[in-house]
C-alpha cells in the first residue's frame, strides 16, 4: 500500500496540476465528483443542497435501506430483488464504463465457461479485475505520454 501511495500522489499531480480540471470533459472524474458532494454535504449540511438532490439524497437512502430488508424478508425471491450496490455504484459510474466494466467480464467467461466450466467459475473476478486494471493503467500511461507530447 506504501508503494501504491509513492507512486500514486506524484503521478496525480502530474496528471491534475490544478483540481478545477476534474469534472471537465477531458477530466470527467465522476467518482471524484461524487465523492466532492459527500465532502461538500458533510462540512456544509443538507441544507446546502439543491432541492432535487435532497430528494435523491432521501430517495437512496430509503432504497439503500428497504433493498436489503427485502432480501431478507424474502429470501426466496432475492434473484428479483435489486441490489443496493449495483444502484449505488450505477450512480457513481458513467454509463459507458459500466458496460465496458460488463463486456469485459463477460465477454472472456463466455468462451471460458464453454470449454471450463469450474476454471471459469474460479478465474471470472480474478481475470476481470486483472482486464479492467489494466486497461486504468493503459489510460494512465497514456495521459502521461500525451502531457509529455510524445503523444499527441
Known amino acids: 500500500m506504501l ?3 509513492l507512486i500514486v500522489v506524484p503521478v496525480y499531480f502530474i496528471l491534475i496540476p490544478d483540481v478545477s480540471v476534474l469534472g471537465t470533459e477531458k477530466w470527467p ?3 471524484a465528483l461524487v465523492w466532492r458532494g459527500v465532502a461538500e454535504l458533510l462540512s456544509k449540511g443538507v441544507g446546502s443542497l439543491h432541492p432535487t438532490a435532497r430528494i435523491g439524497l432521501v430517495t437512496g437512502a430509503v432504497l439503500g435501506i ?3 430488508v427485502l432480501e431478507m424478508v424474502f429470501p426466496k425471491q432475492k434473484k428479483f ?3 443496493a450496490t449495483g444502484l449505488g455504484l450505477a450512480f457513481t459510474f ?3 464504463n459500466s458496460v465496458v466494466v460488463l463486456h469485459r467480464r463477460r465477454s472472456w467467461r ?3 465457461k464453454k470449454a471450463k466450466p469450474k476454471l471459469a467459475e474460479q478465474y471470472t473476478v480474478p481475470v476481470s479485475s486483472g482486464i479492467i486494471a489494466g486497461e486504468s493503467l493503459m489510460g494512465v500511461a497514456i495521459a502521461m505520454l500525451t502531457i509529455a507530447h510524445i503523444l499527441e
Open 3 to 5: 508503494a501504491g501511495g
Open 110 to 112: 463466455c468462451a471460458l
Open 81 to 83: 430483488i435489486p441490489s
Open 66 to 68: 428497504l433493498l436489503p
Open 94 to 96: 458513467n454509463g459507458f
Open 29 to 31: 472524474a465522476p467518482a
